[in-house]
């Protein structure tokens, strides 16, 4: 058993903390700004004690944001509620659709299965702006730009491909005799997949749905080319604060604060299926 010294543990416990606050700084800083107005959050030096203000909140929630130019109207929340539904949509036809493929692509080996696998995950290498042209002019002539169908369809690129290859590895993993023994008592291939692949790939598959979650979530570029501004998330409605009378950093902080807020949630209410998810199959052999 190896014994520390407590020199070891101070400096240890010290090298922590100063990570712990080097990642953490940003996020408090942004907080304590959401409860500041522009004039106090623009002093040199910042005021580390002052008096807050929920202005800013209220100026989200109501949609009234108040400037030297006049009031503006915003739809933060109709933003916000729009991130929600695509996020949660997009993963959900991406699980319904790529779970499927990669058991495919991990129990059936065929010709050219590599090639068409490395095809799917290159979609997600692409820069945005190399398939947005061709998007925009299809999209228009099928009807599909500015709705949540093509902006769905659309975050299949995202999604789709993280879920799979993510996803393949996992059933990889899984010992294929104890499908082959599930087979031979008499059960199809579709009840071995639902009734023995799938809780055993079920950590991996939550750690994949929340990662390809957390990238359409965070997704800007589709968005602000292929959806007006009652469709768009809250990735581009936060340009609403940027006016003609200046940036509005106190909405802006405000607005961070709430759109993190669904996903720092879901990422806590599934930390252990995450850790465990991407835990799995970390050894081989």
């Not at 109709?78 to 695509?86: A, G, M, T």
């Not at 068409?116 to 099928?142: D, H, M, N």
């Not at 965070?218 to 959806?227: E, G, I, K, P, S």
Request: with cysteine; charged share 10%.
């Amino acid at each position: 058993m190896e014994h520390t010294s407590l020199l070891e543990r101070i400096l240890r416990g010290v090298a922590l903390t100063l990570v712990v606050i080097f990642f953490m700084f940003p996020i408090v800083w942004i907080f304590m700004m959401s409860f500041q107005t522009n004039e106090t959050i623009l002093r040199i030096p910042p005021q580390l004690v002052f008096k807050p203000t929920l202005a800013n909140y209220t100026a989200l929630i109501t949609g009234k944001l108040t400037t030297a130019a006049g009031t503006l109207d915003i739809a933060f929340m109709r933003n916000l509620w729009n991130s929600v539904f695509l996020s949660v949509t997009s993963v959900a036809v991406a699980l319904l659709l790529g779970v499927p493929a990669a058991y495919a692509f991990a129990r059936h080996k065929f010709r050219g299965s590599e090639d068409i696998a490395f095809t799917l995950l290159s979609f997600r290498f692409a820069p945005a702006l190399l398939v947005l042209l061709p998007l925009t002019l299809y999209f228009q002539k099928l009807g599909l730009a500015n709705t949540y169908i093509g902006l769905i369809w659309v975050y299949q690129l995202i999604c789709l491909p993280l879920i799979l290859w993510i996803v393949r590895g996992y059933f990889e993993d899984i010992p294929a005799d104890i499908e082959y023994a599930y087979r031979i008592a008499g059960h199809s291939w579709f009840a071995t997949f639902r009734k023995i692949a799938l809780p055993l790939a079920g950590p991996g598959i939550a750690a994949a749905g929340l990662l390809a979650f957390i990238f359409a979530w965070n997704n800007f570029v589709f968005a602000l080319v292929l959806a007006s501004a009652d469709k768009q998330p809250v990735t581009v409605g936060a340009l609403a604060f940027i006016t003609s009378s200046g940036i509005q950093y106190g909405q802006i902080s405000a607005a961070i604060v709430l759109s993190i807020t669904p996903t720092l949630a879901l990422a806590l209410y599934a930390q252990r299926y995450l850790v465990e998810g991407l835990s799995l199959g970390a050894v081989k052999g």
